[in-house]
């Protein structure tokens, strides 16, 4: 029953996420929860990208997730860029050129050492940034970014309210789920998951699998990218924590817990994650504790997720 | 500018000497399990933590740093076997992601229990009274205690050369690593083996914890840059290549030494150019062989 719905879901993705997204904030106890599920769950979807569908497991994806929003929040608020749209495509464009550069380092070791590298460049970034206080505020974080409006041609949207901030975020997000939607249904989709499930055998049908491997790097860090710079705009201030191994961490979590190698596992596990953090930290501090257990018995117990699970799976889809 | 004099130099060589001997012993462990478990135990860290916490707690209980030193391994050693046991055992045989993604939740479980057994603040552990005082090297006076870390972890390796290279037990794990199917099909159970290098493994990451804690602090975070530096040790020296993590945590060791004299900022980010450099040039490591467990 549930399962069939679920594949009901499948057939129509796109609509489903809209029509779903249009209705929750009014499902959850607070806007700004919606809003966080929204911006992480566009993380999560990019670094499921690059593992769910790729195969690779990055460590380092707080290096994007962070490179957006300093990217975004710098260019606001100390190089003086007047619009929103301008702070968003640097931060996009920060995160897939630091994507293109650590990637074609990291994917020069396969497997195990992969995951082990993207870690080790995301934490050089990380003490990167925390040096160069002068720019990005160091250990303080970024602060001081402008809460401007969104300016279309013939209207301006004024962001300061939680509602229309969700709305906007969520066009966004509407937007590059679209996109992502395309491209795993183009032909280089296909080979994406041909490499996943097996890589010898897509060289030998004569792609040239390290040139897709970075691609998808890049199409991930730049997801991850433009998620990080949404944040960067909702909060006014970046923590210096956003760049921090526990975010990659964070990002892990959601996918697997949502279920990676599905379209809506990762909203479904940034949900599940940011609402349990929600529940649990008014209850205890020790939080993370339950929160490691049960992200433990979900690798021990239910690896395909909980979406995964609905709907069979990786392979079921 | 720096006092760049001889005996400053030499001095910080040192410092960086016992850096690297800390880096080696939780990359030897780290090498060990992954070469034959195929395990990434990221929570390698934490079992590191751990050794710090229970030698601090066994000095407290017993007033006496040796028993610390003796008995914490020995404890860290036995929580490694439970986690092999209960947690990384149904793993095997899974994606090479799974294990790394089980001890990644156990290392945040293990952080969390520390703050909530011993406190969000780190502890403070002192040397023992008998190493507490500074040797006159001739050029330098330097701290006894730190000579004494150098030689401990020098020993042990030796001692952990001994067993790979001349007992029976040491000759399996070797032969574990290069070809497990064949090993077992020699009637040998692997399974055993496998329970007693993440023994091993953690038993080295605890006895790093312990000596470590007087040098760096008790904290509950202690072992999360450390493990990812023990990361890099092993990427840099390969992977599976005992010898290659020694020579590549002595190395980082004194670089980073070295960098925290001439440019403190720096000393953070040292070991990762160390590593973006070496994979360019040389991308299995420096005694590692190319295309192994990929």
Not at chain 1, 155 to 179: D, K
Not at chain 1, 268 to 276: D, Q, S
Request: with cysteine.
């Amino acid at each position: 029953m549930t399962a069939r719905f679920a594949s009901r879901i499948g057939t129509h993705p796109v609509l489903a996420f809209l029509l779903f997204f249009a209705m929750f904030p009014f499902l959850v106890p607070y806007k700004a929860l919606a809003t966080q599920v929204l911006i992480y769950g566009l993380f999560a979807v990019g670094f499921n990208l690059l593992y769910g569908y790729t195969g690779l497991l990055s460590f380092g994806h707080a290096a994007y997730f962070g490179l957006g929003a300093y990217g975004a929040g710098i260019a606001l608020a100390k190089l003086g860029v007047g619009s929103v749209w301008g702070g968003l495509g640097l931060g996009l464009g920060a995160a897939a050129t630091g994507g293109a550069l650590i990637g074609f380092l990291c994917l020069r070791r396969r497997g195990i050492y992969f995951a082990m590298l993207t870690l080790a460049f995301a934490q050089l970034l990380y003490f990167v940034v925390f040096h160069l206080a002068d720019l990005t505020g160091g250990d303080d974080g970024l602060r001081g970014i402008p809460q401007l409006p969104a300016r279309l041609p013939f209207l301006a949207l004024s962001l300061e309210s939680s509602l229309a901030f969700y709305y906007f975020a969520l066009a966004l997000v509407g937007l590059a789920v679209v996109g992502l939607r395309r491209v795993l249904d183009s032909p280089f989709g296909a080979v994406l998951q041909a490499i996943r499930e097996n890589g010898d055998r897509a060289v030998a049908c004569g792609y040239d699998i390290n040139r897709v491997r970075l691609l998808s790097f890049v199409f991930s860090a730049a997801l991850a990218g433009l998620a990080g710079a949404l944040e960067a705009l909702r909060l006014t201030v970046i923590p210096i924590e956003s760049l921090y191994w526990t975010t990659s961490g964070q990002v892990v979590m959601m996918t697997l817990l949502g279920g990676a190698g599905t379209f809506f596992g990762p909203f479904v596990g940034a949900a599940t994650y940011l609402v349990l953090e929600d529940r649990l930290s008014v209850l205890t501090e020790s939080w993370p504790l339950v929160i490691g257990t049960i992200f433990m018995a979900f690798v021990l117990f239910l690896p395909k997720g909980i979406w995964g699970t609905l709907t069979g799976g990786i392979h079921g889809r | 500018m720096v006092d760049l004099s001889l005996a400053t130099l030499v001095t910080q060589l040192f410092t960086g000497l016992v850096l690297g001997m800390i880096f080696v012993l939780l990359a030897v462990g780290l090498s060990l399990i992954f070469g034959l478990l195929t395990v990434v135990n990221f929570a390698h860290g934490s079992f590191y933590m751990l050794g710090a916490y229970f030698g601090f707690f066994l000095f407290g209980l017993t007033g006496n740093f040796w028993v610390s030193l003796a008995v914490a391994p020995l404890m860290v050693g036995s929580v490694g076997l439970l986690v092999e046991r209960f947690l990384v055992r149904p793993l095997y045989g899974r994606s090479i992601d799974d294990p790394l993604l089980l001890t990644f939740g156990l290392s945040l479980v293990l952080i969390e229990a520390a703050r909530l057994v011993w406190g969000k603040i780190g502890v403070t552990f002192d040397p023992p009274r008998e190493l507490g005082q500074a040797v006159n090297l001739g050029f330098t006076l330097f701290p006894a205690y730190r000579l004494f870390v150098i030689g401990v972890t020098a020993a042990v390796l030796v001692a952990l050369w001994l067993f790979l290279s001349r007992t029976d037990l040491g000759l399996i794990v070797r032969a574990g690593s290069r070809d497990p199917l064949m090993v077992q099909a020699l009637g040998i159970d692997l399974g055993r083996i496998r329970l007693l290098v993440f023994g091993i493994g953690t038993l080295l990451a605890g006895l790093a914890g312990v000596l470590a804690g007087p040098m760096r602090g008790v904290y509950a975070e202690m072992g999360v840059t450390v493990v990812i530096e023990a990361f890099v040790v092993v990427v840099v020296g390969g992977m599976g290549s005992l010898a290659g993590a020694v020579l590549a945590g002595l190395m980082i060791g004194e670089v980073v030494g070295l960098t925290t004299l001439i440019a403190p900022k720096l000393s953070e980010i040292m070991v990762f150019i160390v590593m973006a450099v070496v994979l360019l040039v040389r991308p299995s490591g420096l005694l590692g062989e190319a295309g192994l467990l990929e």
